[in-house]
Every structure is written in structure tokens, then in C-alpha cells.
């Protein structure tokens, strides 16, 4: 049945998977990372019709405000030149990387796809996707990993300045 | 999005754009995590616990790969800004000093 | 009193008791009571092991003939699975023989060593080995079992070799040694194989044996005459073996190569081993193993046809020798053939009948040819002698009487000499025999003629060496100018150096003949030879005895045949008697007569142009029978170099291409895999990746092949 919610959905996805290949075809590696942004939008956006709006807005702050900046200072800093794509010898691995990708993607798909096909009530929920829920659920049951998390990111850090002490 | 991800980091030899498309798997997992929490919701006999928490663990999963991928992000680029003050040229291939 | 019978461990422990007193304290002794003491320690063993060796034989002889038999059991030895081989003596008329002759004999002839080695400085080590000897040999005759006889075998062959390059330090004495030893071996195997044989064939016959001893003589015979009698390919089979094995120790065609080279040991070693004992093995074993044979037709014509010719084949070959010692080995070899026409035609004891009268002339022969050598400086050549009657009469005589007693001479009906009748049983049974027939032809019959023939040649040359040696009024030693020269390389020409040849260090160089305390002077032409000492004559005196009358006794009334019967006489062949309307004693004399008729002839004015040092007076059959018609240097050659041919070649295409290359394509394959392998842990970044992609992608979709049935 195709629904309005259906018909964004598709668009939606379009433009993502649209994207995520413009990731890897690009040969200039700032046109792979705008792709990159490109598609953390849509996901975004995806998100937003799951109910997850906690997590959308983290996805756009967090993905493509932190981490998407992050590469484009890299880039623009290493001054990453295009690929030279055309100097590789016919590579098998790339033949061979497609090939597996495609079967990958039509085994995980033949189990997903008709199980995604029930899916098709979208009824009003409570609080799922608020912050507070998340907030509630987050410091309760999942109090330990979110600790841990909090750990690594501090092992983050502390690597990031390592890393980046020497020299500069 | 996962597959192209994948195949993505397996052709590209700029270690930024494997970067980049690592990113795109893991997204493409965290919305795939979604989908399936949000979808545990959607029976409309009633929502039991074990759904609703189901549901929550999604979302819970989808914040921890998040925090995950952004640290990881972080000391990742630290990385190969640190590979490429040594050495200024920028290709996989080239990092083979794990050879065994 | 059978108790008494158990002094046969005496017999063989005596002389090993010498040999491991010798061994262990040989020098010591001689430097504690001098070399005199020493010799009475030595021969002891031997005399004593004579005295009750007579004891055992009287006692022997006094019990029925149906008792002669009596074994000795000792402790087991090999017991396994119902094998039983325990160490076991078998007194019986055949060992006890055997005993006689060895200890008596080799009695003698340990007295004659006392005197003929008295010169060399490894005297204790001489009658150690000659001690081992006379126990290996004894066990070789008394032993009841097969095992026990190759032990003794095997004995008597290392001895064998530890004699004969007595003096090693000469290269072509230790090569003498290694030959005998080596072809002795190839004797070896065919017994070997034909000891297996043999117990194939016992166990065929499923008779049961109390106490598992299925080798033992004394249980063998019914078990073997049973399958025999079913299994007449196996019975030749093991015959045949047996054969190879004896005709090895034996020196039969073509095995005999190892007993000229022989000569080279010390002269009363070839008296003892290669005249009287050793070769002497090869008879025993057949008398022993004499039922195998008699069931065999074609084993029968075969062990007569080979005797035959080797007896034809060294005859001729004798004539070329101017070597006195390698005539009297071809001498020897010659008639071994006859003992074995012997035992092909049936009479088993007829072949024994010919060991003990060859025993005594033989011994003799070589003894008294000793005390020439002694006496002439150690020149050995035939050519160097002449008219020696005048310097050494004992010597002589005994020498007359070895001769007459080996020409076979004697007067039908009336008496004659030991060979005499020795010589008659065998060839009468030869001649008489109807069994051994193959193809038509009856080769004892054929045998039997060729063996007259080679009486009147054994009557030919054996007259030709002595009258070169003792006769002719020429003494040729007062011919030579300086020394002689050895014209072949072969022949044992022993010249003595002038001058020392040990360095202080006690090691002697290796060109000197042999070492001798005493450095003589060569033979020169003022040479005076002068008789031997009593030591060496007083045996020569013994055996000469023993020739004159020693075959009349033992063929008066058939006294040997009646005696061996129990263990030799045969059952299926005819085993003797005289072949109906022919005068084979007048004929047999008749050719020793004219033989020695001949052979005065020809030699009586002394040695003749045609046989002097100038090698180009040869005659030319003469010169090949010197050389034994090419037989030895082409079977060397064929076993060197065809051995080298084929160690070469298996070397080649079994070790290089099979071998090596199996393990070196191995290794190549495994270098190959590690290679392509290693390909995995190359530090490419995006194979890894690859890698990973694809491993998810397998086992997802083994995962789902799995899920879908």
C-alpha cells in the first residue's frame, strides 16, 4: 500500500543509499566526506519518523557536527589530493570486494525484507523516543555501560592529545 | 548502506574515505537497530515489558555505537594525521608494517 | 656311565679355555716362563681335548650300534614358540671321527707350529687364534643342531680370516684373508637359505617333537624323510642350498678362488684349516644332512658333477703353480672334489672315508712342504729347489710316503697306501651307482671316469713337485745370482730383507714380507739347507705313520663304513660297492702308476726350460693353467665392477630420482604452500578487509543454507 509515510520513506532512502555510494565513487576525498554529511542528514530525518527524536538530534549534533567536522579539518589539513584511481593494476580485490557486497547484501536482505514487509502500522507511542525516557532507561538499567562508555571516551581523549602532542 | 560500506572500505586506498565508510556501516547499523526496536512497538494488541524494554535497548544500543564511533573517530584520525606527518604519501596499501 | 659323556663339554671347553687365556694374558705369560712355557699352555688344551676325545670313542664303541647315538643336552639356548634349539653335543660316530681327526691332527700340527713360528714375534697371538679355531671347529662337529653347526661354521670361517692375514701388515695377505672370508660368506647364505629350506621341510611333516627341538640331527631324519617324500622340489630346493653352503667352505667350482690366496697365511694354518679341518666342513655337513640329499636326484648329480670337475679343473690348474704351497692348495681343492663325488654317488662315508686319509697325507704334504719352505729361507718357488733328499732326509721320507699315500698306489687284495682305499670306495662307489641319473647321462658314472683321469694327473703333478723338490741331482738355489724376483704378483715368493725393517716403535713397515725376530739372510746360492728340528719333524714322523697304515685299518672289514653307518649311511642310493666285472683297483693304480711314470720322465734331469723363471718358455696352456684360465681375475672383475655397476646404478635411479626427489619435492611443495600462504599475513590492509567481508558473507550464508532445509 503505498502511503504517504511510504513514499518519504522511499525518497528518504534514495537519497541515502544515493549518498553512501557517492562515499566510495568519489575519487576526491572532500566530495566523499560532503556525501558523508549528505547522508547522516537523511539518516537524520529517518530517524525523526521512527520516533527516535532524541536520537536524531544527537545523530545530526554529534555525527555530522563533531565528527563529520572532524574529517573535513583532516582532509583540508593533509590536503588530500584525489586518488589515483586509474594507477592501480586490475585489482581482483575490488572485483571480488563487489561481488561478496552484492551477495551480502542479498542474503541480508532476502531475510529482512518480508519480515519489513508486516511492517506497516505506525501507532502513536508514549514517550518512546524522548529524552526523558531515554534519559530514564539510560540511567537506570543501563547505568554500568554508560559508564564504561564515559570511560572510553575518556580513553579517547586522552589518546586524541597524545597523538597529536608531538611535533605540531 | 552497510554493503556499500563495506565494499567501500575494501576499495578505497585513501584511509580517510575507509574511515568515512566504517562511519557508513556503523550507521547503517544504528538505524537498522532502530528500525527494529521501533517496530517492536507496533502490535497493537497491547505492549508488554518485555517489548517496551526491547524497544528501549534499541535506542540504548543506538547511543552507545554513537559514543563509540565518536571516540573512535577521535583517536582514529589522530592516527593517520600521525602516519602521514611521517610519510606524505596517503595510501593503504603502504601500511603493511604488520606484515607477518 | 653316560655320565662320562658329558665330558664332551670338556672337549670344546678346553681350547676355548686356551684361546681366552691366550687372549686376555697371551704376552704376559710368555714374558712371565718364556716362550717354552707359553707353548705348553697352548697345545695343552688340544692334547687333552685328544685324550678325551679317544675316551669318548672307545666309550662310544663299546655300546650297540644301535645306541650310537647319544646327545648331550645343555641349556636353552633359542626357545621360542615352540622352537626349541638348546645348546646340545651329538656323540656319535660321525662327531667323534671329526674330533679325532681335529684334535689328533691339530695336535700334531700345534707341536710342528711350536717349532715353524718360533721366529716370530707374535707367537702367543698365533695359538690364540689357532685355539678359537680348534674350538669353533668342535663345535661345528658336535654340535647336535643346525644352528649350532653355522655357529661353528661361522667360527671356523672368522678364524679362517684372522689365520690367514696372520701377517697383515702385508697388504696382499689382508686381501688374501678378506677373499677368503668374503666368498666364504656367499657359502654362507646358500646355507642359510638352505637351513630355512630345511625347516620349511620339517614342519611340513607335522611330526610332532616333544620338547620342540625340530632342528636337532637326532629328530631331524623321520620328518624329513616323511615330506620328502611329498615335497620333492622343496627337498632339492634346500639340497641345492645346502650344497652352495658347502661347496663354499668347501672350495668347489667356483667357490674354490679363496684357498689359493690362502697360502698366505703361515704354513701350518693351511695344513691345519685348508687341509685337514676347515674344508673338511663341507663333507660334515652333507653326512649330517645326508637324507636331504639322497631324495634329490638332480642334488645328488649335481654335488657329483661339480665334485667332478673341480677335481678335474684344479688338477690342470696345478701344473701351472710353481708356488709349492699353491700346488698342494689346488692339490687340496682337487681332492675335495673327490669327496664329493663321494657323497653325490651315495656313499656318504666314502667322502668321510677320503677326509680322514686326506686329513693325514694332506697335513703331511703341507707340513713337510713347510719344513722345506723353513729350511730354504722362506723361498717358496718350485724352482729355487732340487736334490734336497741330501740336506733333509726325515723330511724326505715322510714326504715319500704322503706322496705315494695321495697317488693312490697300493696292490688290490694285498694293501697300499691310506689313499689307496680312500680313493677306491669313492670311486668304486661312483662307478657303481644307478640312481644318480639325470637327462640319461648317470653322472656319478661320468664321475667316476673323470675321476680316474684325475688320478693319474694328481699322480702327474704331485711327481712333478717332488721330484723338483727332493730329486734330480740339481740343487738350483746355487743358480741364483742375487735374489729372485717374484714373476707374478700372486705368487707367494717371500723374500726375506737383509736389512731390519721394525722402527723402534714396534711397528713394522709395510713392505716386509713377515716380521721375524731373527733377520735371515736371503736365499742365496751358498745357502746350506738343513733339516728341521724335532719339533717339526717328530709330527711329520706321526702322520707318515698314519698315511702308510691308516687306510688299511679303517678298511679292514669295512671298519669306517660299519662304523658311520648309524649316522651316514644312505638309504635310497646305493652307498658303495664295486661296479660288477670291472677291476677298479688295478685300473685306479694303474693310472697313479702311470702318472708317476710321467711325471719321472719328465722332471728327471731337474727342471726343464719350460717351466724356468723366463716366462716367455712357457708353454701356453701351462701359462694359463697358471693363471687358473682367467677364472679369478674375471670373477673379481665381475664382482667389483659389476657390483660397482650396480651400486652406481641403484644409486642413481633409486637414491637421486626416487629418493631425494620424493623428499625434495616434499620440502618444494611445503615452500610452495607457505608461500602462497603467507600471502594472508602480509600486512595488506584491504585483503584483510576483503577477507573479513567474505568470511561474514560464508558463514551467513551457511547460516542460511542451513536455515533453509
Known sequence: MITPEFVLFGILAAVGVAASVGVVAFNSAIRSALCLVLNFFVLAVLYFTLNAQFLGITQVVVYTGAIMVLFLFVIMLLNIGAEHFLNEKFDYKRIVGLAAGVLLFLMVGSQLLPALQSFNHVSALGDYGTPQAIGHTLFTEYVIPFECISVLLLVGVVGSILLAKRKM | ?100 | ?709
Open chain 2, 1 to 100: 548502506m552497510f554493503t556499500v560500506g563495506a565494499v567501500g572500505v575494501v576499495i578505497r586506498r585513501n584511509p580517510v574515505v575507509v574511515f568515512m565508510c566504517i562511519e557508513l556501516m556503523l550507521n547503517a547499523v544504528n538505524l537498522t537497530f532502530l528500525t527494529f526496536a521501533r517496530y517492536q512497538l507496533v502490535n497493537p494488541t497491547g505492549t508488554d515489558i518485555a517489548a517496551q524494554r526491547s524497544a528501549m535497548a534499541g535506542q540504548m544500543m543506538v547511543i552507545f555505537v554513537m559514543a563509540v564511533a565518536a571516540a573512535e573517530v577521535a583517536v582514529g584520525l589522530g592516527i593517520i594525521m600521525t602516519i602521514f606527518r611521517a610519510r606524505h604519501e596517503v595510501d593503504v596499501d603502504d601500511l603493511n608494517l604488520l606484515r607477518g
Open chain 3, 1 to 709: 656311565m653316560t655320565d662320562n659323556f658329558q665330558l664332551v663339554w670338556a672337549i670344546i671347553g678346553l681350547p676355548l679355555l686356551g684361546f681366552v687365556l691366550l687372549t686376555l694374558a697371551g704376552s704376559a705369560i710368555e714374558k712371565a716362563i718364556g716362550r717354552r712355557g707359553l707353548s705348553i699352555i697352548a697345545v695343552l688344551p688340544i692334547l687333552l681335548s685328544l685324550a678325551i676325545s679317544c675316551l669318548l670313542t672307545q666309550k662310544l664303541a663299546g655300546l650297540a650300534v644301535a645306541d650310537r647315538i647319544h646327545v648331550v643336552q645343555g641349556a636353552p639356548w633359542l626357545s621360542v614358540m615352540g622352537l626349541n634349539v638348546p645348546f646340545e653335543w651329538s656323540i656319535d660316530p660321525l662327531s667323534m671321527t671329526m674330533c679325532l681327526i681335529i684334535t689328533g691332527v691339530g695336535s700334531l700340527i700345534f707341536i710342528y707350529s711350536t717349532g715353524y713360528m718360533n721366529e716370530e714375534r707374535e707367537y702367543a697371538r698365533f695359538f690364540t687364534y689357532m685355539n678359537l679355531f680348534a674350538a669353533a671347529m668342535l663345535v661345528l662337529v658336535l654340535g647336535n643342531n643346525l644352528p649350532l653347526l653355522f655357529v661353528g661354521w661361522e667360527g671356523v670361517g672368522l678364524c679362517s680370516y684372522l689365520l690367514i692375514g696372520f701377517w697383515y701388515t702385508d697388504l696382499e695377505n689382508a686381501k688374501a684373508a678378506n677373499k677368503a672370508f668374503i666368498v666364504n660368506r656367499i657359502g654362507d647364505w646358500g646355507l642359510t637359505l638352505g637351513i630355512f629350506t630345511t625347516m620349511v621341510l620339517i614342519l611340513g611333516s607335522y611330526q610332532p617333537v616333544a620338547d620342540g627341538r625340530i632342528l636337532s640331527f637326532d629328530t631331524m631324519q623321520a620328518a624329513i624323510r616323511i615330506s620328502s617324500m611329498s615335497h620333492p622340489a622343496w627337498t632339492t630346493a634346500a639340497a641345492l642350498l645346502l650344497f652352495i653352503g658347502a661347496a663354499g667352505k668347501s672350495a668347489q667350482f667356483p667357490l674354490y678362488v679363496w684357498l689359493p690366496d690362502a697360502m698366505a697365511g703361515p704354513t701350518p694354518v693351511s695344513a691345519l684349516i685348508h687341509a685337514a679341518t676347515m674344508v673338511t666342513s663341507g663333507v660334515v655337513l652333507l653326512n649330517r644332512m645326508h637324507y636331504v640329499f639322497e631324495v634329490s636326484q638332480v642334488a645328488s648329480a649335481i654335488v657329483c658333477g661339480i665334485g667332478a670337475f673341480t677335481a678335474l679343473f684344479a688338477a690342470v690348474v696345478a701344473f701351472g703353480q710353481t708356488d709349492i704351497k699353491k700346488v698342494l692348495a689346488y692339490s687340496t681343492v682337487s681332492q675335495l672334489g673327490y669327496m664329493f663325488i663321494g657323497c653325490g654317488a651315495g656313499a656318504y662315508w666314502a667322502g668321510m672315508f677320503h677326509v680322514v686319509t686326506h686329513a693325514f697325507f694332506k697335513a703331511l704334504l703341507f707340513m713337510g712342504a713347510g719344513a722345506v719352505i723353513h729350511a730354504m729361507s722362506h723361498n717358496q718357488d718350485l724352482r729355487n729347489y732340487g736334490n734336497l733328499r741330501k740336506y733333509m732326509p726325515i723330511t724326505t721320507a715322510t714326504m715319500v710316503i704322503a706322496w705315494l699315500a695321495i697317488c693312490a698306489i697300493g696292490i688290490p687284495g694285498v694293501g697300499g697306501f691310506a689313499g689307496f682305499y680312500s680313493k677306491e670306495a669313492i670311486l668304486g662307489a661312483a662307478l657303481a651307482n644307478v640312481d644318480t641319473t639325470v637327462n640319461g647321462l648317470n653322472v656319478a658314472v661320468a664321475a667316476g671316469w673323470i675321476g680316474i683321469v684325475v688320478a693319474a694327473l694328481t699322480a702327474a703333478y704331485m711327481t712333478r713337485l717332488m721330484w723338483l723338490t727332493f730329486f734330480g741331482g740339481e740343487e738350483r738355489w746355487k743358480q741364483i745370482a742375487g735374489e729372485p724376483e717374484a714373476h707374478e704378483s700372486h705368487e707367494m715368493v717371500i723374500v726375506t730383507p737383509t736389512e731390519e725393517v721394525s722402527d723402534p716403535n714396534g711397528f713394522f713397515l709395510a713392505t716386509a714380507p713377515h716380521v721375524e725376530e731373527i733377520h735371515e739372510h736371503a736365499l742365496s746360492s751358498d745357502h746350506v739347507p738343513k733339516e728341521v728340528p724335532a719339533s717339526m719333524w717328530a709330527p711329520l714322523a706321526v702322520l707318515a705313520l698314519l698315511s702308510l697304515g691308516g687306510g688299511y685299518v679303517l678298511a679292514n672289514h669295512d671298519l669306517l663304513q660299519n662304523w658311520l653307518a648309524p649316522v651316514s649311511q644312505a638309504q635310497y642310493l646305493s652307498g658303495g660297492g664295486e661296479p660288477e666285472g670291472l677291476p677298479l683297483g688295478w685300473i685306479s693304480v694303474g693310472a697313479a702308476v702311470l702318472g708317476i711314470a710321467v711325471g719321472i720322465l719328465y722332471y728327471r734331469k731337474g727342471l726343464p726350460k719350460s717351466e724356468g723363471f723366463d716366462d716367455s718358455k712357457w708353454s701356453h696352456l701351462r701359462l694359463l693353467a697358471r693363471r687358473q684360465f682367467g677364472f679369478d681375475h674375471g670373477l673379481n672383475e665381475a664382482a667389483i665392477d659389476g657390483g660397482g655397476l650396480l651400486a652406481n646404478g641403484l644409486w642413481h635411479g633409486v637414491e637421486v630420482h626416487v629418493v631425494d626427489g620424493l623428499v625434495n619435492g616434499i620440502a618444494g611443495i611445503a615452500a610452495i604452500l607457505g608461500k602462497d600462504l603467507s600471502q594472508v599475513t602480509k600486512g595488506y590492509v584491504r585483503a584483510y578487509a576483503l577477507v573479513m567481508l567474505l568470511g561474514g558473507v560464508a558463514i551467513l550464508g551457511i547460516m542460511f543454507l542451513a536455515g533453509a532445509r
